[in-house]
C-alpha cells in the first residue's frame, strides 16, 4: 500500500464517526494533500517511510477541532460561502503548522534514541520530531513544546517538564519517574503504559487522551483534568483525588479501590458509572 493509500485509509477511519456529511468529500481532500505533502517533506529529511508517516498522522491533531471549522449541513447546501472560507481556514492552519517547523533547531528532526540528558531545554520546540526511545532524564524541559511528537519510549527520569505541552504525541511506554509535570498539559496524546512513578502531577491536564491501563496507584492528585480521556484498566488505587474532574471519561473500568476523594469527585465518578464500593469520601 502506498503512501497515499495508507494516509486516505487513515482519513476515512478518522472521519467514519461523522457519517456523510456534505463537505467530507471536500475536507478529506484537502486534508490529504497537505498531509501528503508533510510526509513528503518528512521524507526529504531522511527519514523512513514509516517514521515519515506516524508523524504525518500524529501531526493531524484532533478530529474534533476539525469538525468545528465544518459548515453545518443546512448551510453547506444553501451557500458555497461557508465552503469556501472552511478551506481558506484549513489551508491556512496547515501554512501556520508548517511554518512553525524550524522555529527551533529541533523541529521536525530525527533524534531517535538521542541522548539529551542533563540539558537545558527550557522553552525548546520538538514538534513533528521523531524521538522514539530517546532520554531527556535530569533535563531542564520547562516550557517546551512537543506537538505532534512521536515519543514511544522516551524518557524524562527526573526531569522538569513543568508547564510543558504535549498535543496530538505518542509517548507510549514513555517513563516520567520523579518527573515534575506540575501545570503540564497533555492533549490528544496516546500515554499507553506510560510510567509516572513518584511524579509530581499537581494541575496536569490530560485531555482527550489515551491513559489505558497506566498506573496512578498511591498518587496524591490535586486538581488534575482527565476530561475526555480513555482511562480503560487505568489504576487509582490508595490514591488521593481533590479537585479531579473526569468529564465526559471514559471511567466503568477503571480501578479506585482504596482511594481517598472529596465529595465532588465522587459524585462526578459515581454519575459515570465508576466501581467506587472501596473509596473513602471526605
Known amino acids: 500500500m502506498n503512501p497515499e493509500q495508507k494516509l486516505r485509509q487513515f482519513l476515512d477511519k478518522a472521519f467514519a464517526p461523522y457519517g456523510q456529511f456534505p463537505s467530507r468529500a471536500d475536507v478529506t481532500k484537502e486534508l490529504l494533500a497537505n498531509m501528503l505533502e508533510k510526509y513528503q517533506d518528512l521524507k526529504t529529511q531522511g527519514m523512513s517511510d514509516e517514521e515519515a508517516y506516524e508523524i504525518t498522522i500524529t501531526s493531524f491533531g484532533d478530529v474534533d477541532e476539525i469538525m468545528e471549522q465544518v459548515p453545518h449541513a443546512e448551510k453547506q447546501s444553501s451557500s458555497t460561502a461557508d465552503s469556501s472560507s472552511f478551506h481558506k481556514t484549513m489551508k491556512h492552519a496547515f501554512k501556520q503548522a508548517k511554518a512553525s517547523v524550524g522555529i527551533s533547531k529541533f523541529s521536525a528532526s530525527k533524534l531517535v534514541q538521542a541522548d539529551l540528558r542533563d540539558s537545558n531545554l527550557e522553552g525548546a520546540d520538538f514538534s513533528y520530531s521523531a524521538m522514539m526511545d530517546a532520554s531527556f532524564d535530569r533535563s531542564n524541559l520547562h516550557s517546551a513544546v512537543f506537538r505532534a511528537a512521536s515519543l514511544k519510549g522516551a524518557s524524562f527520569v527526573d526531569t522538569d517538564l513543568s508547564d510543558a505541552t504535549f498535543a496530538a504525541s505518542d509517548l507510549q511506554n514513555a517513563h516520567f519517574g520523579s518527573t515534575n509535570l506540575t501545570g503540564a498539559t497533555f492533549k490528544a496524546s496516546a500515554l499507553k503504559h506510560a510510567d509516572f512513578d513518584q511524579a509530581t502531577l499537581q494541575g496536569v491536564r490530560f485531555q482527550r487522551s489515551d491513559l489505558t491501563e ?67 469520601v471526605a
Open 214 to 280: 497506566v498506573s496512578f496507584d498511591g498518587k496524591e492528585l490535586d486538581g488534575v483534568v482527565f476530561d475526555g480521556s480513555s482511562l480503560k484498566h487505568t489504576s487509582f488505587k490508595d490514591a488521593v483525588l481533590r479537585n479531579v474532574s473526569f468529564h465526559h471519561s471514559e471511567v466503568k473500568h477503571t480501578i479506585f479501590d482504596g482511594a481517598q476523594m472529596d465529595k465532588v469527585t465522587y459524585a462526578l465518578l459515581n454519575g459515570a458509572g465508576a466501581k467506587l464500593e472501596n473509596v473513602t
